[in-house]
């Protein structure tokens, strides 16, 4: 397995707040607390994004589905929000060559273009609809509740101009939501919709491995046995109680120390990886969601994670990084050096500013820029951790995403938090689900800002 975690820069004498060796006992006492915790929830059954046998037959049916309609479609949308849709983002720019989304399907070799509309802004979806032609498109529909107010309203545009059109929607919709319960799941019933099934114990920040991410993938013709192989393989790679030797319980553990013994708890993700970019959103969700909650003794708690990326950012945020509050770890993600580069040309030789890059190569200075940024960061005295994964493959990504869905729920206990819930979120549903009438929302909620004082606006014409 082909993953390294370098958490070299979290430990004294590299950066001045950072793990002392005598703290090494008492952090490993934590962690086993915090994994025994775990160990004992997970016995209730609650952590589905980690049965990824038990869910095999799922997988396989979404595997047969994507291959049933090989060459069928041109391009498939995705309609869902957060979890439903970051994550098939993240595999789509990690998995598929850079530029394949914008060449014709002739030359993509009959592998559909992936668009996901995880907002409900009318410029953008009203302009994909004039983008793409509806007789070779198929609109994958993420919703586990089937009851998610965004989706369900993309859902109802795109079906009008389904019929509009005169297509029969059982060919190009297809759902991921709940195996028995909500809208979507009765309206597949109905219609002879395909669907597949999002398990009840997986959330959706978790939901990656299944059909909300698998399917997606699949169908443009990604390896999803290989994602999840290499997920079980990490999963279990995560499981033990000592804390050296578990990679998950490290990076969880050392981000939980620095924010609540150093005050560090502004936790970058900075993948140093055009592949991996989109890493970082999926775990600004994965984090922030499970995280950022009220704990049992009524205090407000959880870590603020940040996306990066390096290098584009270290000509914007790394500044902040360097000189601002003292108030944030930094991990950095990358790949091993493959075979596939690009070396610089011996051009400009007598020309001081740029004569010299010949003969290096643009992975090199990848390298050399993220392993410069760490560098300076320590100078600087702000700690980081740098996670390595050997290739941008589906085996890798797979365990990557494991990874941190396994780290997420270690630091729910270090924090003190349920990881798996969202209360935080649910007001702004009632209050959008009220404001529309929605049938079993009951009257408008008073008491927001906005209904109890004069509106305070400034308009710039």
């Not at 999002?198 to 939901?207: L, Q, T």
């Not at 804390?243 to 140093?272: E, I, K």
């Not at 798996?420 to 689900?433: F, H, I, M, S, T």
Request: proline share 6%; with cysteine; glycine share 12%.
């Amino acid at each position: 397995m082909a993953f390294t975690l370098d958490f070299t820069a979290m430990t004294e004498p590299v950066v001045p707040a950072g793990v002392r060796e005598a703290d090494w006992p008492a952090l490993a006492s934590h962690f086993r607390a915090a994994h025994r915790a775990v160990s004992d929830i997970a016995a209730t059954g609650v952590y589905g994004y980690r049965e990824l046998e038990q869910q095999g037959d799922e997988r396989a049916r979404v595997g047969a589905f994507a291959r049933g309609v090989h060459g069928r479609y041109e391009d498939v949308v995705v309609l869902g929000i957060g979890g439903s849709s970051l994550g098939a983002i993240a595999l789509r720019t990690a998995l598929l060559p850079p530029a394949w989304n914008a060449r014709s399907g002739a030359q993509r070799g009959e592998r559909p273009r992936l668009h996901v509309m995880d907002n409900v802004d009318p410029r953008t979806i009203a302009g994909l609809l004039e983008m793409i032609e509806l007789s070779r498109t198929l609109v994958v529909v993420i919703s586990k509740s089937g009851g998610t107010i965004e989706t369900l309203a993309q859902y109802l545009v795109v079906r009008e101009r389904l019929e509009r059109a005169g297509l029969p929607v059982a060919q190009h919709l297809v759902f991921v939501t709940d195996p028995v319960k909500g809208a979507l799941r009765a309206i597949a019933t109905r219609d002879g919709i395909p669907a597949f099934a999002v398990p009840p114990n997986v959330g959706g920040r978790f939901s990656v491995l299944s059909p909300v991410g698998t399917l997606p993938a699949a169908l443009c013709g990604l390896d999803i046995e290989a994602l999840c192989a290499g997920a079980l393989a990490m999963r279990d790679a995560t499981m033990g109680d000592v804390l050296a030797q578990n990679a998950a319980g490290l990076f969880a553990t050392l981000q939980w120390r620095a924010h609540a013994q150093a005050g560090q708890g502004m936790h970058v993700m900075m993948p140093y990886s055009d592949a991996l970019r989109d890493l970082a959103p999926w775990f600004v969700q994965l984090w922030a969601e499970s995280l950022g909650k009220v704990d049992a003794d009524g205090l407000n708690v959880g870590p603020t994670p940040i996306a990066s990326v390096g290098p584009t950012d270290q000509h914007s945020q790394v500044q902040l990084f360097m000189e601002g509050p003292a108030d944030k770890t930094v991990t950095f993600l990358r790949l091993e050096r493959g075979a596939e580069d690009v070396p610089i040309p011996r051009l400009e030789a007598g020309e001081k500013a740029l004569g010299f890059l010949g003969g290096h190569s643009l992975g090199e200075l990848l390298d050399v820029e993220c392993r410069a940024t760490a560098g300076a960061l320590s100078r600087a005295g702000r700690p980081s951790m740098t996670m390595t994964i050997g290739a941008a493959d589906a085996w890798h990504v797979g365990g990557l995403m494991m990874w941190l869905m396994q780290a997420t729920t270690l630091a729910g206990a270090l924090y003190g938090v349920n990881p798996l819930d969202q209360p935080g979120v649910e007001l702004g549903k009632r209050l959008a689900n009220a404001e529309l009438g929605h049938p079993d929302s009951g009257a408008p909620i008073a008491g927001t800002a906005t209904s109890t004082v004069a509106s305070r606006t400034l308009r710039v014409d």
